[in-house]
């Protein structure tokens, strides 16, 4: 067991990212809110050789935007907050970003949207993992995995918060796995 990447977390100390992002999106600030994540993760994204996944609002309001991280090792994660906007996407793609779907499992994280998205990476959401039906969950696990590498896409398990989680990610052939068992996030330079 060895760090594959990292993900960089936008937090606040008194707000949730999630309603941080929908009011963004509501009051059409995503652009204005990424610039200023982005400014942050720039300034730290060299720091390490590892791959640095990066979330990004699925409405991709100008992916031309990202432009500045091409070539360094960064996979951008399609959030599930909103439906993909596909056109969009394919100009990351020409870009030649790594792209994964992230939460899989969860709102717009449909199999639609695997179809359509083709990534390399699926994150699979925390709450298939820590699901209490057993053999459901490994079953499901199991089946993304083996569609996942018949497509040479890899499945990140996300939410593995014990022992046991990281045991069925594990033998159920997934191929990298994410949650506070193996790490908890960490604050590497204060909040803006």
């Not at 590892?50 to 100008?62: A, E, G, M, Q, Y």
């Not at 996300?158 to 193996?182: K, V």
């Amino acid at each position: 067991m060895k760090v594959f990447g990292f993900e960089a977390l936008a937090r606040w100390e008194n707000f949730r990212p999630d309603k941080v992002f929908l009011e963004a999106a509501k009051k059409n600030l995503v652009l204005e809110l990424e610039t200023l994540i982005l400014a942050e993760i720039c300034r730290i994204g060299k720091s390490t050789k590892k791959k640095t996944f990066i979330n990004v609002h699925p409405s991709l309001p100008d992916p031309y935007f990202w432009e500045c991280l091409k070539g360094q090792n960064v996979v951008l994660e399609i959030t599930e907050s909103d439906r993909i906007c596909f056109p969009s996407l394919n100009v990351l793609r020409d870009l030649g970003f790594i792209l994964a779907l992230d939460d899989f499992g969860t709102g717009s994280a449909t199999l639609e949207s695997l179809c359509l998205v083709e990534p390399e990476y699926i994150k699979l959401d925390k709450s298939l993992i820590q699901s209490k039906n057993v053999a459901s969950r490994d079953s499901l696990v199991m089946a993304f995995v083996g569609h996942a590498t018949r497509l040479n896409t890899k499945v990140i398990v996300e939410g593995i918060e014990n022992h046991e989680q990281l045991r069925a990610a594990r033998i159920n052939g997934s191929h990298y796995g994410q949650g506070y068992f193996l790490g908890k996030p960490e604050i590497l330079f204060p909040g803006f």
